[in-house]
């Protein structure tokens, strides 16, 4: 490590002179109180870890910049001093993403939240990475417009941590996910150089820059803006809920509204056991099967036609048509699901395993799943919907609940991660792929090599050449912990 011949007694004020002078002083944090916040994001085991006051790993220093070239000043401070850097959000990542487990500093991106560029004709916006997404949201409906990013976490969850997790919302079916709606990026490289992808979104210059860097979880780069696809609001919306006896039926139906190119704006099916728990829990209503939701919007004409093409399949497929009622009662309870008093919580422990494949396996993944984490103990239930759907296959968001976990810090955390790599094992066996939208992060870093076999060497030949020091939220996304703490 650079420097390790002086005390850290001497170094440490020179330091915290040189960040401070960055981001001024109302940027700069280095009191404990303050950095602890940054030890704990939405994966469960620093949740579990933080609730039985076991030890957290903190950043030494949060740094809050409000443009790319304070970033880029921060980042060569950190290069030269070897430190550890991470981009933070909104801290709403489930994969441990933006946990400083080798200290350092932790770029926390929320002062950059200016909206920088709205052209109305192209319908595209411009803002800075740390905006949460609402307030984007908002902004954009207040001209009639909408990004129709509508993830669980849009009160809580920043742009940037969206396109630097891959993240989804409610209406991707017919949207896109958020690497559809990125048109450029601004990035600013570990090396502290600030680049902008292709100014338009389609090319034949090479590959696709913006796509090396969405998904890349803050190991390549810190991205401090982002020009995003938009739409005008749809002239028409509506939702339907369907039963179907069993998820196999579900499953089919769903395949069958994408091969046919009904471009559904949302299809949510759950299996028996959500329908029975958390449909009814959360919604109120009591049925038995596989419930789902299908959504269409846009123009009033094709939006009946596919309305009306969707009731014939269905009907075809023995579907229990409920009505637009509790299709529209799912709509505008969407976020119930995720958040008290319904939401998971601790004491339980609990996982999202988030598994995406192709129609001919996706239904083989679920059930390899499911005998695999429940066949761990009797005391774990597996359960998933399936809700982000494409021409080829579609998302299943499964997860695993152990009602009453160990009461050991250490005991909890050692079940939970056998579940975890049971689940995966049995999901990659199958023909799955690890993950759809959460990210990698800490939590799925031990899988990436296996999953990518040979092909992985590309990442890590890409992470080399972009990041020499290896500054860049070591350990994440399966790169190694090439860095010390300070
Ligand atoms: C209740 C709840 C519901 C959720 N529902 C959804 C959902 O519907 N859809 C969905 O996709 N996700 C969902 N999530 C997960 C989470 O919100 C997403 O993973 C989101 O992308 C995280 O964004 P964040 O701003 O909180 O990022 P953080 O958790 O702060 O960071 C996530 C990762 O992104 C990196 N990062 C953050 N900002 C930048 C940047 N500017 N440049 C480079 N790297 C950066 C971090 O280093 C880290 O690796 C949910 C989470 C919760 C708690």
Redesign the pocket.
């Known amino acids: 490590m650079m420097n390790a011949n002086l005390p850290h007694t001497y170094l440490q004020p020179i330091l915290e002179a040189e960040l401070e002078s960055v981001v001024g002083p109302d940027g700069f944090r280095s009191v404990d109180a303050d950095c602890l916040c940054y030890s704990v994001?939405?994966y469960w085991v620093p949740r579990v870890w933080f609730d039985r006051d076991m030890p957290m790993p903190k950043p030494q220093w949060v740094v809050m910049p409000r443009t790319a070239q304070q970033v880029a000043d921060v980042l060569r401070i950190a290069n030269r001093y070897k430190l550890p850097v991470?981009?933070?959000?909104?801290?709403?990542?489930?994969?441990g993403?933006?946990l400083p487990v080798q200290g350092g500093i932790v770029l926390d991106?929320k002062r950059m939240n200016s909206i920088v560029h709205f052209d109305e004709k192209s319908l595209t916006v411009t803002a800075q990475?740390?905006i949460i997404q609402q307030d984007l949201e908002t902004w954009l409906q207040q001209r009639d417009c909408s990004m129709m990013h509508f993830?669980?976490?849009i009160r809580?969850?920043?742009l940037?941590?969206?396109?630097?997790?891959r993240?989804?919302?409610?209406l991707s079916t017919r949207y896109g996910k958020i690497e559809d709606m990125v048109l450029s990026l601004e990035v600013v490289l570990p090396t502290g150089e600030i680049i902008r992808t292709a100014p338009v979104p389609r090319h034949a210059a090479g590959p696709d820059l913006t796509q090396l860097f969405v998904g890349?979880?803050?190991t390549l780069?810190?991205?401090?803006e982002a020009t995003m696809k938009i739409h005008p609001q749809p002239e028409a919306r509506h939702f339907r809920a369907y039963l179907f006896d069993n998820l196999s039926i579900g499953l089919e139906a769903g395949r069958r509204l994408m091969v046919d190119r009904l471009y559904p704006s949302t299809i949510r099916l759950y299996d028996a056991i959500e329908t029975q728990k958390v449909v009814k829990r959360v919604l109120g209503l009591d049925v038995d099967g596989a419930y789902m939701v299908v959504g269409y919007e846009g123009h009033q004409v094709p939006v009946e036609f596919a309305l009306k093409r969707t009731h014939e399949i269905f009907t075809e497929l023995g579907a229990q048509d409920l009505g637009e009622e509790p299709g529209w009662h799912w709509w505008e309870h969407q976020l119930d699901f995720?958040?008290p008093p319904h939401?998971l919580d601790l004491p339980e422990a609990f996982g999202t395993m988030d598994t995406v494949a192709t129609y001919d396996k996706i239904e083989g993944v679920y059930l390899a799943m499911k005998e695999a984490v429940e066949a761990i103990s009797p005391d774990i239930i597996f359960m998933a919907h399936f809700s982000h759907w494409y021409e080829w296959g579609c998302m299943m968001y499964d997860r695993f609940v152990i009602k009453e976990p160990p009461e050991d810090a250490a005991e909890a955390v050692r079940l939970y991660n056998r579940v975890w790599h049971i689940g995966i094992e049995a999901a990659l066996k199958a023909g799955g792929m690890i993950n759809e939208?959460?990210?990698i992060?800490l939590k799925l870093a031990p899988f990436m090599e296996k999953q990518y076999g040979p092909a992985f060497k590309v990442l890590l030949e890409l992470k080399k050449a972009l990041d020499p020091n290896g500054i860049m939220?070591p350990g994440?996304l399966g790169f190694p912990f090439t860095t010390r703490p300070f």
């Open positions: 994001d939405y991470v981009p933070w959000g909104g801290g709403s990542g489930s994969q993403g933006a991106m990475t740390g993830a669980a976490s809580s969850a920043t940037g941590g969206f396109l630097a997790h993240g989804t919302g409610v890349s979880e803050g780069g810190v991205i401090t995720y958040y939401t939208h959460h990210g992060g939220n994440k």
